[in-house]
């Protein structure tokens, strides 16, 4: 039976149990995406977008679908960010009422699971949903479309800002037999509104779950987002995920990539900027250890003329754990006076790690400034040294490093929680003996020397 | 400058679009395992000569054209070229240049090269390839002195059959890809050349190519080896006439370079790019790579590239000796409808390799131009340094520049860096030239070989003030 085959069976089981019918385009979207699956299949290494990714974990697992959302209060508590947030909580990609909170919802925003969103008013949600994420932008876009049942709306009305941040949350539980969640998460964000939305991907130390997201933003004249995704799933996840984001006039977008977890992380982010004004911002950090692979492929189309788009992406490999950095800019024709940066720099902290980075630029305009530059290195013995005779211990002092290397895309958070999570991650706990940030800037100077 | 005068310029023909008119000893066109053995007899080849062409032959008919460059173009149909074309009477060669048919030498004459006089007074040997077989070759004397080889692969074939075996398809193997499996299998003619162990070549050697009989490919075949402490300097240059159909070439230059030795190619091309709807032109695809095999070899690739309507070129090194050095310059313009995909490829293995690349891309017109490359650092390849610097400049709103650098690091001790840029000729430069009574033609000129000089100081002398003349034709009224 080839890989596929397991994948449309459980489709077609799932189906099966299915006692309500559904309403007829989410079927027909069903069937088409399926049979678009089982066209293409799961990409291989000779497909370019997957040149470095080989997903053989997950075509060749057995994952069932979760049937329930228990998770205690306990253990979810200590692994929910805490942020005064607007919550929605999904285990293994059933939503769970009790670990959401939405009271003090402001007016003028919705935020609601997929599913009740579509008992409410599914022509409205048809209407939006895969307009950005067709089923051919890749293997895993039609899976999800094929199977997705649960995920968030949010919707802004125009004007609307929303000060606390909106936080979807991923939970990821231990199981005999792994399974499988396909989560669709849809935002509008109309014309002039404000929001930040964190989704937040975490669960137990032994989970060895196949998670596959797609969400889709849609950004209207003026309106600002910020989406943060902090993917610290357990080490045995398998993750692929992409986002789809429509920009319209003057409106800004930016987006917070940050990866510590997962067996095998697939990330795609796609801005479409389609007006004048438009401007997106991308960060990125990748921090991966022991046998993890994490690839993050991003792709930014001037679609207008007079938008802007700046990357930023920082990888951290350890032990033989492997990257992958894939940043593209297409410039139409037509779309003058745009500019753009991309920058990718990589630390390689072990000789096994690797990182295969490739910023790419495709530009069909002449009155443009586009930049690209990615840089791979290690970390500066004679900055190790300058800190060690100043009485710091070499962990410390690698930590200390690790971090200011990342230092460009952190100090770009604004939520602490979220700052602190991924530096413990990335250094370790460091004393707070000193005033170290003075030091670390000295030292790193004197190896730049 | 007056729009209309900007689009004269742009529209101005291929100048050294001419045909000659000899009769050539061609093939019908198709290709099979008797063209093969055709061409092979002709070359009169040795039976493991013969073996390892069909042997590549076979390999090929099982691949499929690469489809991954950002090209193009309508699909090639190999049984409509002729695959061997040579000058008339072949086995009646011209010893000296007094014996050359004179409407060859007409040729050379309006391309504004007069071999022996060129060769003369610039101290280059000159293997001139006219249709694929080697008329003429000069200086062999004085390079014997030296104990270096210098002569036509196909008498490499006959007359050093032992180095051939031992070096021929060792750094691009026969099924290395599509082209190069082609390649094997029907190349008619190129340069051989081999440095022995401590000697510096005492002149710049060249090979002229040019395309003439229509209906044929050209598939050059080019080795060097430098032994341990030799040192050559290469040159290579092209023209081609004009022609409505497509010509395919697809060469393959294989370096060897063992310790302490030095290959310096230089490739100045400019074929027939087609003319302003793309029609015509020349198919360029090129396999060309340089094997750093000994320790502290160095292998630098400097080119210079403004013809053709396809290009698919990326000369690479292969850096096994430890401390070997690989570098890689390239200028490339493209105008009207030309395509260029081309790039590099370092391969770093051994310990302290280094390698540089410089690529600076012009595109107007119509053009599309891409850069690829590819930076792989080993495991093995403890404190590799890399330093890729790629720009793009875009003259026009309906040309398109791209960059696509892979870099694949294995190894912590590595420091890889690589910088790109794209903008158009920024209207305050140009304004400032103007200002001080410089044309706009010349100001474009001048500022778009300040964007190439670090590419043309690596070009040697003679090469370098034709790099610069070709760049300002090729880009002649390109703005407006």
Same mark, same amino acid.
């Not at chain 2, 964007?451 to 100081?457: G, H, I, L, P």
């Given at each position: 039976?080839?890989?596929?085959?397991?994948?449309?069976?459980?489709?077609?089981?799932?189906?099966?149990?299915?006692?309500? *019918?559904?309403?007829?385009?989410?079927?027909?979207?069903?069937?088409?995406?399926?049979?678009?699956?089982?066209?293409?299949?799961?990409?291989?290494?000779?497909?370019?977008?997957?040149?470095?990714?080989?997903?053989?974990?997950?075509?060749?697992?057995?994952?069932?679908?979760?049937?329930?959302?228990?998770?205690?209060?306990?253990?979810?508590?200590?692994?929910?960010?805490?942020?005064?947030?607007?919550?929605?909580?999904?285990?293994?990609?059933?939503?769970?009422?009790?670990?959401?909170?939405?009271?003090?919802?402001?007016?003028?925003?919705?935020?609601?699971?997929?599913?009740?969103?579509?008992?409410?008013?599914?022509?409205?949600?048809?209407?939006?949903?895969?307009?950005?994420?067709?089923?051919?932008?890749?293997?895993?876009?039609?899976? @999800?479309?094929?199977?997705?049942?649960?995920?968030?709306?949010?919707?802004?009305?125009?004007?609307?800002?929303?000060?606390?941040?909106?936080?979807?949350?991923?939970?990821?539980?231990?199981?005999?037999?792994?399974?499988?969640?396909?989560?669709?998460?849809?935002?509008? *964000?109309?014309?002039?509104?404000?929001?930040?939305?964190?989704?937040?991907?975490?669960?137990?130390?032994?989970?060895?779950?196949?998670? @596959?997201?797609?969400?889709?933003?849609?950004?209207?004249?003026?309106?600002?987002?910020?989406?943060?995704?902090?993917?610290?799933?357990?080490?045995?996840?398998?993750?692929?995920?992409?986002?789809?984001?429509?920009?319209?006039?003057?409106?800004?977008?930016?987006?917070?990539?940050?990866?510590?977890?997962?067996?095998?992380?697939? @990330?795609?982010?796609?801005?479409?900027?389609?007006?004048?004004?438009?401007?997106?911002?991308?960060?990125?950090?990748?921090?991966?250890?022991?046998?993890?692979?994490?690839?993050?492929?991003?792709?930014?189309?001037?679609?207008?003329?007079?938008?802007?788009?700046?990357?930023?992406?920082?990888?951290?490999?350890?032990?033989?754990?492997?990257?992958?950095?894939?940043?593209?800019?297409?410039?139409?024709?037509?779309?003058?006076?745009?500019?753009?940066?991309?920058?990718?720099?990589?630390?390689?902290?072990?000789?096994?790690?690797?990182?295969?980075?490739?910023?790419?630029?495709?530009?069909?305009?002449?009155?443009?400034?586009?930049?690209?530059?990615?840089?791979? /290195?290690?970390?500066?013995?004679?900055?190790?040294?300058?800190?060690?005779?100043?009485?710091? &211990?070499?962990?410390?002092?690698? /930590?200390?490093?690790?971090?200011?290397?990342?230092?460009?895309?952190?100090?770009?958070?604004?939520?602490?929680?979220?700052?602190?999570?991924?530096?413990?991650?990335?250094?370790?706990?460091?004393?707070?003996?000193?005033?170290?940030?003075?030091?670390?800037?000295?030292?790193?100077?004197?190896?730049?020397? | 400058?007056?729009?209309?005068?900007?689009?004269?310029?742009?529209?101005?023909?291929?100048?050294?679009?001419?045909?000659? &008119?000899?009769?050539?000893?061609?093939?019908?066109?198709?290709?099979?395992?008797?063209?093969? *053995?055709?061409?092979?007899?002709?070359? /009169?080849?040795?039976?493991?000569?013969?073996?390892?062409?069909?042997?590549?032959?076979?390999?090929?008919?099982?691949?499929?054209?690469?489809?991954?460059?950002?090209?193009?173009?309508?699909?090639?149909?190999?049984?409509?070229?002729?695959?061997?074309?040579?000058?008339?009477?072949?086995?009646?060669?011209?010893?000296?240049?007094?014996?050359?048919?004179?409407?060859?030498?007409?040729?050379?004459?309006?391309?504004?090269?007069?071999?022996?006089?060129?060769?003369?007074?610039?101290?280059?040997?000159?293997?001139?390839?006219?249709?694929?077989?080697?008329?003429?070759?000069?200086?062999?004397?004085?390079?014997?002195?030296? /104990?270096?080889?210098?002569?036509?692969?196909?008498?490499?074939?006959?007359?050093?059959?032992?180095?051939?075996?031992?070096?021929?398809?060792?750094?691009?193997?026969?099924?290395?890809?599509?082209?190069?499996?082609?390649?094997?299998?029907?190349?008619?003619?190129?340069?051989?050349?081999?440095?022995?162990?401590?000697?510096?070549?005492?002149?710049?050697?060249?090979?002229?190519?040019?395309?003439?009989?229509? @209906?044929?490919?050209?598939?050059?075949?080019?080795?060097?080896?430098?032994?341990?402490?030799?040192?050559?300097?290469?040159?290579?240059?092209?023209?081609?006439?004009?022609?409505?159909?497509?010509?395919?070439?697809?060469?393959?230059?294989?370096?060897?370079?063992?310790?302490?030795?030095?290959?310096?190619?230089?490739?100045?091309?400019?074929?027939?790019?087609?003319?302003?709807?793309?029609?015509?032109?020349?198919?360029?695809?090129?396999?060309?790579?340089?094997?750093?095999?000994?320790?502290?070899?160095?292998?630098?690739?400097?080119?210079?590239?403004?013809?053709?309507?396809?290009?698919?070129?990326?000369?690479?090194?292969?850096?096994?000796?430890?401390?070997?050095?690989?570098?890689?310059?390239?200028?490339?313009?493209?105008?009207?409808?030309?395509?260029?995909?081309?790039?590099?490829?370092?391969?770093?293995?051994?310990?302290?390799?280094?390698?540089?690349?410089?690529?600076?891309?012009?595109?107007?017109?119509?053009?599309?131009?891409?850069?690829?490359?590819?930076?792989?650092?080993?495991?093995?390849?403890?404190?590799?340094?890399?330093?890729?610097?790629?720009?793009?400049?875009?003259?026009?709103?309906?040309?398109?520049?791209?960059?696509?650098?892979?870099?694949?690091?294995?190894?912590?001790?590595?420091?890889?860096?690589?910088?790109?840029?794209?903008?158009?000729?920024?209207?305050?430069?140009?304004?400032?030239?103007?200002?001080?009574?410089?044309?706009?033609?010349?100001?474009?000129?001048?500022?778009?070989?300040?964007?190439?000089?670090?590419?043309?100081?690596?070009?040697?002398?003679?090469?370098?003030?034709?790099?610069?003349?070709?760049?300002?034709?090729?880009?002649?009224?390109?703005?407006?």
């Amino acid at each position: 039976m080839s890989e596929e085959q397991t994948f449309l069976d459980a489709l077609k089981a799932r189906e099966a149990t299915r006692d309500v *019918a559904e309403p007829t385009w989410i079927a027909a979207r069903r069937q088409a995406a399926s049979a678009r699956f089982e066209a293409v299949g799961f990409p291989t290494k000779r497909n370019e977008a997957w040149k470095y990714t080989d997903v053989r974990a997950i075509a060749r697992g057995d994952f069932a679908l979760a049937t329930d959302a228990e998770f205690s209060r306990a253990s979810a508590a200590a692994l929910t960010l805490p942020i005064e947030a607007l919550r929605l909580t999904f285990v293994d990609g059933i939503f769970s009422a009790p670990l959401s909170d939405l009271s003090e919802l402001p007016k003028g925003v919705t935020i609601e699971p997929l599913t009740e969103a579509l008992e409410a008013n599914h022509e409205a949600v048809g209407a939006v949903l895969g307009r950005l994420a067709g089923v051919d932008f890749s293997p895993f876009a039609a899976l @999800n479309t094929a199977f997705a049942e649960e995920g968030a709306v949010i919707r802004l009305a125009p004007g609307t800002v929303v000060e606390k941040p909106i936080i979807l949350q991923f939970l990821s539980r231990a199981h005999e037999q792994p399974v499988m969640s396909h989560p669709r998460v849809l935002i509008e *964000a109309g014309a002039r509104s404000e929001a930040t939305v964190l989704e937040h991907h975490v669960g137990e130390a032994e989970a060895a779950n196949f998670t @596959n997201l797609v969400s889709e933003a849609l950004l209207e004249r003026g309106a600002i987002l910020t989406y943060y995704k902090l993917q610290e799933a357990p080490l045995g996840d398998l993750h692929i995920s992409s986002l789809h984001v429509d920009q319209g006039r003057d409106s800004r977008f930016t987006s917070f990539n940050l990866n510590l977890g997962g067996a095998l992380v697939r @990330n795609d982010i796609v801005t479409d900027l389609n007006a004048e004004g438009a401007e997106t911002q991308y960060y990125g950090l990748f921090y991966a250890q022991g046998r993890q692979h994490v690839d993050n492929h991003t792709l930014v189309n001037h679609n207008a003329p007079r938008t802007f788009s700046e990357e930023n992406y920082k990888g951290i490999l350890d032990d033989r754990a492997r990257g992958v950095f894939n940043g593209k800019v297409i410039v139409k024709r037509d779309s003058q006076k745009i500019e753009a940066n991309q920058n990718n720099a990589n630390l390689l902290l072990s000789d096994r790690a690797e990182i295969d980075t490739k910023p790419e630029l495709e530009i069909y305009a002449d009155d443009v400034k586009c930049s690209h530059g990615a840089t791979t /290195g290690q970390l500066d013995e004679k900055a190790i040294y300058a800190l060690r005779t100043r009485g710091i &211990d070499e962990q410390t002092a690698r /930590g200390l490093l690790t971090l200011a290397f990342a230092g460009e895309v952190m100090e770009a958070v604004k939520l602490d929680a979220v700052a602190e999570r991924v530096e413990l991650a990335v250094a370790g706990k460091l004393p707070e003996r000193f005033n170290l940030s003075g030091l670390v800037e000295t030292a790193v100077a004197l190896g730049e020397e | 400058m007056a729009t209309q005068e900007m689009e004269q310029l742009v529209r101005r023909e291929y100048k050294q679009g001419f045909v000659t &008119d000899i009769e050539s000893d061609t093939v019908p066109p198709g290709l099979d395992e008797n063209t093969i *053995a055709f061409i092979s007899q002709k070359k /009169g080849e040795p039976e493991w000569m013969l073996e390892w062409r069909l042997d590549a032959y076979r390999q090929w008919l099982k691949m499929t054209s690469p489809s991954w460059a950002h090209l193009d173009y309508p699909p090639i149909d190999y049984q409509a070229i002729s695959y061997y074309s040579a000058p008339k009477k072949p086995e009646d060669r011209p010893q000296s240049l007094d014996e050359v048919d004179p409407k060859l030498l007409e040729t050379y004459e309006k391309l504004g090269i007069p071999l022996h006089e060129r060769a003369a007074l610039a101290g280059v040997a000159v293997d001139a390839v006219f249709d694929s077989v080697s008329v003429t070759t000069t200086f062999k004397e004085k390079l014997g002195e030296a /104990g270096v080889i210098f002569c036509s692969i196909s008498e490499a074939i006959r007359d050093y059959p032992e180095l051939i075996k031992q070096y021929l398809g060792t750094v691009v193997p026969k099924g290395d890809n599509y082209f190069a499996a082609l390649n094997s299998a029907v190349f008619t003619d190129g340069s051989f050349v081999f440095v022995p162990e401590g000697v510096t070549c005492p002149m710049e050697l060249s090979t002229y190519f040019r395309i003439n009989a229509a @209906n044929t490919g050209q598939f050059e075949r080019t080795l060097i080896i430098c032994e341990k402490q030799a040192q050559v300097s290469y040159l290579e240059g092209c023209t081609a006439p004009m022609r409505d159909e497509n010509q395919l070439h697809a060469a393959v230059v294989e370096l060897v370079a063992l310790e302490d030795a030095y290959i310096k190619y230089s490739t100045v091309q400019n074929w027939y790019p087609g003319d302003e709807d793309g029609k015509g032109g020349i198919y360029n695809f090129v396999t060309k790579r340089g094997d750093c095999r000994g320790d502290r070899s160095r292998i630098s690739w400097t080119q210079v590239e403004t013809g053709s309507a396809i290009t698919w070129k990326y000369p690479s090194c292969v850096l096994r000796g430890k401390d070997s050095v690989g570098e890689f310059y390239s200028v490339a313009v493209t105008n009207n409808r030309q395509q260029a995909d081309t790039g590099t490829k370092m391969i770093h293995i051994g310990e302290n390799t280094r390698s540089t690349i410089v690529s600076k891309g012009i595109s107007a017109g119509r053009a599309n131009q891409s850069y690829r490359g590819l930076v792989k650092i080993g495991p093995r390849a403890r404190n590799a340094r890399n330093y890729t610097q790629c720009d793009s400049l875009l003259i026009g709103d309906q040309c398109g520049a791209h960059t696509y650098p892979y870099q694949e690091i294995g190894n912590s001790s590595a420091t890889v860096e690589h910088e790109a840029t794209t903008s158009k000729i920024g209207e305050d430069q140009l304004f400032y030239c103007r200002s001080r009574g410089i044309s706009e033609e010349d100001a474009v000129n001048m500022i778009v070989n300040g964007f190439c000089k670090d590419v043309f100081q690596e070009l040697p002398m003679e090469f370098a003030v034709e790099a610069e003349a070709l760049l300002n034709v090729t880009l002649e009224g390109a703005v407006g």
